[in-house]
T-cell receptor, first 114, second 110 residues
Framework: SAVISQKPSRDICQRGTSLTIQCQVDSQVTMMFWYRQQPGQSLTLIATANQGSEATYESGFVIDKFPISRPNLTFSTLTVSNMSPEDSSIYLC???????????FGPGTRLTVL | GENVEQHPSTLSVQEGDSAVIKCTYSDSASNYFPWYKQELGKGPQLIIDIRSNVGEKKDQRIAVTLNKTAKHFSLHITETQPEDSAVYFCAASTDYKLSFGAGTTVTVRA
């Protein structure tokens, strides 16, 4: 498995501001992902965080709204920009370690936008 | 893209009984099917997974079956306990990207 931490664990933000969420893993991983879970809903993949290069975004998600960085093999950040109440969600990072496809999730960041 | 349907959306069982959750997927290229348990206020926890070259896998009280031809897979929990109460998600993976079902809220009545 993998020990994954996210900061902050929760936050309440004002409309129009931005929040950067950090994801830290206890050891090197091959792949890192960011997901969104809207209230009472399932998980939706936002993007794949690529080490040293631009993230790969899924349909419906754009870099200007959700800029992502991954400077090394254990750390990534997701920024939620110019927030609106519709961005209120749980944001989760996940990782794949080694050559397998088993994916582990962090505890999530619970974001409320007023 | 991949579409995963999950049923039922809610499931209430008596402690000690079995629980079954079923999922279907649309993309025949999907080759990995994990199941996650999410408790309130926590991230999803992997409980069991199955790969496309395997038909069935069991881990203590939990088992998963996969029918590639019909594109469906199921989670079976036997001898349910109150701590099994949670939301369960199935997922299908293509090139490491997970597509999730809508989730099943399982309540185990004592």
């Amino acid at each position: 498995s993998a020990v994954i931490s996210q900061k902050p664990s929760r936050d309440i933000c004002q409309r129009g501001t931005s929040l950067t969420i950090q994801c830290q893993v206890d050891s090197q991983v091959t792949m890192m992902f960011w997901y969104r879970q809207q209230p009472g809903q399932s998980l939706t993949l936002i993007a794949t965080a690529n080490q040293g290069s631009e993230a790969t975004y899924e349909s419906g998600f754009v870099i200007d709204k959700f800029p992502i960085s991954r400077p090394n093999l254990t750390f990534s950040t997701l920024t939620v920009s110019n927030m609106s109440p519709e961005d209120s969600s749980i944001y989760l990072c996940s990782v794949v370690r080694g050559a397998g496809d088993t994916q582990y999730f962090g505890p999530g960041t619970r974001l409320t936008v007023l | 893209g991949e579409n995963v349907e999950q049923h039922p959306s809610t499931l209430s069982v008596q402690e000690g009984d079995s629980a079954v959750i079923k999922c279907t997927y649309s993309d025949s290229a999907s080759n990995y099917f994990p199941w996650y348990k999410q408790e309130l206020g926590k991230g999803p926890q992997l409980i069991i997974d199955i790969r496309s070259n395997v038909g069935e896998k069991k881990d203590q009280r939990i088992a998963v079956t996969l029918n590639k031809t019909a594109k469906h897979f199921s989670l079976h929990i036997t001898e349910t306990q109150p701590e099994d109460s949670a939301v369960y998600f199935c997922a299908a993976s293509t090139d490491y990207k997970l597509s999730f079902g809508a989730g099943t809220t399982v309540t185990v009545r004592a």
